[in-house]
């Protein structure tokens, strides 16, 4: 390989790292919702739309950094998703009905209606925030003059893989230590027991769910200064959720981080070697490929292991 | 009454095109939407078949509905044969994808089972959109001489369609088959222990619900004269779309499809003429779908009973 084609390589790599991590924050909140309610949440992109929108509307009108609106996003979210939890997804659990995937295509329903709320509101034109580091970047030949090759690190971008991994440092922290967390864990592992210990598993089930709202709302504020952004931006960060969560492993928050690293190493790879357009394609590849070779995702593969030893 | 119901809405149906005779009417508009109409019961038919009598519940038939409608519109285009020969094509080529699908996506279950199948359509959009060589990519494909410039005879072909696919769903239904399937549905390993090969069973509901859907497809792209990726593979106008009408008619249930096609065709018309609301359509559709979730979950017609003794009061029954 000559020196040109290592340096393409490590900048893929890099930035898929990078995207990785944004990923693996929107994986996150699917899989934990996914291990408490044992649905999928189809609107959780849509969700992250909100956020993105929340995050833009401060920073058209009063100029707020999208970093920074991840204080407002993040708890705004939270209750968007208590709300939904409670007044639509749990009076259709006890709704007795054909098809128990009722919840699912409820999600679908609520998707609809944000992203179609969102276009009325906003029209569906495309738009950027403008911030004034969205084009900063480091270069290693700053730090290192005689190196042979060339990389870069876009300054946007790393920092907001920075507070991604920062948020899922809390949510690890707030999942192992706090009570709270820990009443959410026991309702992922057997709701039964966790009601027979004195959880109420009705409230861990709306925490949850605004807990992976917020998640995936601080995910939008994030996304905001490296995207474009338009109403129906979400439908495809649903997609990404969901293979994540089967790639990590159902319900499995080490896994949802992994699986996230994997698949945005992995797009960046595809639109590099074969083309832009392709990278959503390279996604459901890898995706079908799990499905078929790890059918347990990640979280399996580290099972084995541990038990093997 | 219920023997005697499919053929009495036949003829119904079958005079539909006499509007043209009634005077101030604009036919070819109405025509227009009694083809929409028929299409999507068709359609919603082949969900019904593969989601509701066996449970796994599909987000992705604009897959099997693009695929057919491509399977004819590439006829046309590369091989200059008549886009109506996609009818016939559609069965071998929306089979074979279905069988390729199915043992992907069947090793999955229930709403995992459901977002494989979004992913396939996603994909299958992609990949449309990117093999600019072969299926035109983002431009699409037209049908420069349309068939007839009247739609009676548009209709009428539809018309035999559903026709064809109400009497199949039903034969499978009454079937040994068709009782596998809601067996199927309703408890896997129970179906599994009682010797039902369920993944062999429900590649056959796979496939035979995506080569309906397929025939809706390859219809549409003569029709319609046009299609392209975003189009066809649509999620939420087709897939969505053909959950909605099902799940708002009735979840297994013969009318179901029918009844959820009148309403969400007429519906979505409507709400399209009426200006300012135009655009949130698919918000009062979003709002409807939760609504008749919550409330009727079994659909207009799975839950009639129910609706009968709410719209009389104090009448016990």
């Known amino acids: ?309 | 009454m219920t023997r005697r119901l499919p053929p009495l809405v036949l003829a119904l149906l079958a005079a539909v095109p006499a509007i043209s005779l009634v005077p101030g009417v604009n036919a070819n508009y109405w025509l227009h939407n009694f083809i929409l109409v028929v299409m999507w019961s068709v359609i919603g038919m082949s969900w019904n078949l593969l989601s509701g009598y066996c449970g796994q519940v599909s987000f992705g038939h604009a897959a099997f509905f693009g695929i057919g409608a491509y399977t004819a519109g590439l006829l046309y285009a590369k091989l200059g044969l008549s886009a109506w020969w996609g009818l016939a094509a559609a069965v071998p080529v929306v089979g074979l994808a279905a069988l390729v699908i199915g043992f992907v996506c069947l090793r999955l279950r229930g709403p995992f089972f459901a977002l494989a199948t979004i992913a396939v359509g996603v994909i299958l959009r992609v990949v449309a959109e990117n093999l600019t060589g072969f299926t035109g990519g983002d431009l699409g494909i037209m049908i420069r001489e349309r068939t007839w410039v009247e739609k009676t005879w548009y209709y009428y072909i539809i018309l035999a369609l559903a026709a064809g696919t109400f009497w199949f769903v039903e034969r499978v239904v009454a079937s040994r088959l068709g009782y596998y399937f809601v067996a199927i549905r309703e408890d896997q390993d129970a179906a599994e222990s009682l010797g039902i090969d369920t993944t062999r069973y429900k590649t056959i509901a796979l496939v035979l619900s995506a080569v309906l859907a397929g025939f809706a497809g390859a219809f549409y792209m003569n029709y319609m004269g046009y299609i392209d990726p975003k189009v066809v593979f649509a999620l939420h106008d087709i897939s969505v779309m053909a959950i909605m009408v099902v799940m708002v008619g009735g979840v297994a249930t013969r009318w179901g499809p029918v009844v959820g096609a009148v309403i969400m065709i007429l519906l979505a018309e409507l709400i399209r003429t009426i200006p300012k609301i135009g655009v949130a359509h698919h918000t009062l559709f979003g709002v409807l779908l939760i609504v008749v979730i919550i409330f009727l979950p079994n659909g207009i017609v799975g839950d009639a009973p129910k609706l009968r003794r709410l719209l009389r009061p104090g009448r016990p029954s």
């Not at chain 1, 992994?258 to 070697?273: P, R």
């Open chain 1, 1 to 309: 390989m000559t020196a040109a084609k290592i340096e393409v390589l490590l900048q893929t790599l890099i930035s898929g790292l990078l995207l990785g991590g944004l990923y693996s924050l929107i994986g996150l909140g699917m899989t934990i919702i996914m291990g408490v309610m044992k649905i999928i949440n189809l609107a959780h992109g849509e969700l992250m739309m909100v956020g993105m929108y929340v995050a833009y509307v401060l920073f058209s009108w009063a100029h707020v950094d999208p970093y920074l609106s991840i204080l407002v996003a993040a708890p705004l979210l939270f209750v968007l998703g208590v709300a939904l939890q409670k007044y639509l997804i749990n009076p259709v659990l006890k709704v007795d009905a054909i098809l128990p995937e009722n919840q699912v295509i409820l999600t679908v329903g609520i998707g609809m209606v944000l992203a179609n709320l969102a276009t009325i509101v906003f029209k569906s034109d495309y738009r950027t925030t403008p911030v004034e580091y969205a084009t900063k970047a480091w270069y290693l030949s700053d730090y290192w003059r005689t190196s042979p090759i060339e990389l870069s690190l876009s300054f946007p971008w790393t920092v907001s893989f920075l507070f991604a991994v920062a948020i899922t440092a809390g949510l690890w922290f707030f999942l192992a230590r706090t009570d709270t967390g820990k009443s959410i864990r026991a309702t992922a592992q057997d709701k039964d027991a966790a009601l027979l210990m004195g959880v109420n598993v009705e409230r861990m089930r709306v925490v949850t769910f605004g807990l992976g709202s917020a998640l995936v709302g601080a995910a939008g504020c994030l996304f905001l200064p490296i995207y474009y952004l338009y109403p129906d931006v979400g439908g495809q960060f649903t997609l990404t959720g969901f293979v994540i969560t089967i790639l990590g492993g159902l319900g499995s928050t080490f896994g949802a981080i992994i699986g996230g690293l994997i698949l945005g190493v992995f797009e960046s790879l595809t639109a590099t070697y074969i083309g832009m357009g392709w990278a959503p394609v390279g996604r459901f590849v890898i995706f079908v490929a799990v499905l078929i070779f790890v059918p347990g995702g990640v979280a399996s593969l580290l099972r084995r292991r541990r038990l093997g030893k």
